[in-house]
């Protein structure tokens, strides 16, 4: 069998604030028409999550080989029967969809591995115990091996001994965006990284451990607290 590569170059990390009470409308339908059709242009749907610190937040991580394939692929499913059949249902649940940050891996080993874990089918309704978390760092300019030397030495081993190793590490994706009818942040450089726990216990509250990081920092460290839905691939 040949061994597992890495998912995407490009990788969106898309959270949706969403009217009161419609998140699990959303996720319904989402389940139900909007991964197999948007992997049918080319692309890869990571995983769908609830953020557990806010009830009305959809955050969805999707993935591309590159940046022209991400064109392509978002002018197909966008242009095509299943959005357009769909898109006033889902639109009427959202009140924002614009906070996307457009991200690649650090280093090509820093990805997600793909194939990950069998997504279950249409009509799967269990979510699993696990909890994803996702840390985002806002520098002041884009990672420099300085940065990620101080991460590497100081910080990952401090996350490894509280039981939080990072499963994939990426920066700012600086190129322009390839499909502006979806906007993206741009003007900020961020480092993130990704932890998956088997259950809902949160990482140590250990103080200190982002401390090394600070001269490079230009805001607070951001957690998002991840339950993944029920067809999530990432779990």
């Known amino acids: ?67 022209a394939s991400r064109r392509e692929a978002l002018g197909a499913i966008y242009g095509g029967p299943v959005w357009k059949e769909h898109r006033n249902a889902a639109n009427v649940t959202m009140q924002d969809s614009d906070n996307v940050l457009l991200l690649r891996p650090v ?50 081993p401090v996350l490894t001994e509280l039981g939080a190793t990072p499963k994939a590490l990426f920066q700012t994706e600086p190129a322009e965006n390839t499909f502006p009818a979806l906007p993206v942040r741009t003007g900020e450089h961020v480092f993130a990284w990704l932890t998956v726990f088997p259950d809902a216990r949160r990482r140590s509250a250990a103080k200190g451990w982002a401390e090394p990081l600070q001269p490079w920092l230009s805001a607070p460290l951001e957690h998002l607290t991840l339950s993944p839905t029920a067809r999530s691939e990432l779990r």
């Open 107 to 156: 280093r090509p080993d820093t990805g997600l591995v793909h194939p990950g874990t069998p997504r279950p089918p249409p009509g799967a309704d269990a979510r699993p115990d696990s909890r994803v978390e996702v840390t985002l760092c806002y520098l002041k300019a884009p990672a420099d091996e300085a940065f990620l030397t101080c991460f590497e030495q100081h910080v990952r």
């Open 1 to 67: 069998m040949p061994s597992p590569s890495p998912c995407c170059s490009v990788l969106e990390l898309r959270q949706y604030t969403l009217h009161p009470g419609q998140r699990d409308v959303l996720i319904s339908l989402f389940e139900r028409a909007f991964i197999e059709s948007q992997e049918a242009t080319g692309m890869h749907l990571v995983g769908q999550f609830r953020d557990e610190d806010r009830p009305d937040r959809f955050v969805w991580l999707r993935g591309f080989r590159d940046m």
